[in-house]
Nanobody, 128 residues
Framework: QVQLDESGGGLVQPGGSLRLACVAR????????MGWFRQAPAKEREFVAA????????AYADAVKGRFTVSRDNAAATVYLEMNNLGPEDTAVYYC?????????????????????WGQGTQVTVSS
């Protein structure tokens, strides 16, 4: 099994930046895609970004393209989400996710149904 632990959330002013990290523990050899989803109050959880097992390929939701960057360090079993130019619309609980299903150089985890493991979530609040 795989456990995911997020860190790095907090309160930031509009236009600011935050970096989230997610460390995987357990059977990390099983992990293919790793990435992030988020859930704002009264909204469904939505895909944010993901990175392939090889770390060569990334995928982003349209709402975050050009502002967020997802990356991973396989040696450290860690995935990161660098978030820049944050706005109030980015306020949400951010969840790390992973899957054992996929291909080495292609991102297939672009929907909740594709994720197998979830972190507990970390709150990101963008407010002045």
């Amino acid at each position: 099994q795989v456990q995911l632990d997020e860190s790095g959330g907090g309160l930031v002013q509009p236009g600011g930046s935050l970096r989230l990290a997610c460390v995987a523990r357990g059977s990390t050899y099983m992990i293919y895609d790793m990435g992030w989803f988020r859930q704002a109050p009264a909204k469904e959880r939505e895909f944010v970004a993901a990175v392939s097992r090889s770390a060569e390929t990334t995928a982003y939701a349209d709402a975050v393209k050009g502002r967020f960057t997802v990356s991973r360090d396989n040696a450290a079993a860690t995935v990161y989400l660098e978030m820049n130019n944050l706005g109030p619309e980015d306020t949400a609980v951010y969840y790390c996710a992973g899957t054992s299903r996929g291909m080495k150089t292609v991102v297939t985890m672009r929907a909740e149904s594709r994720a197998e493991w979830w972190g507990q979530g970390t709150q990101v609040t963008v407010s002045s």
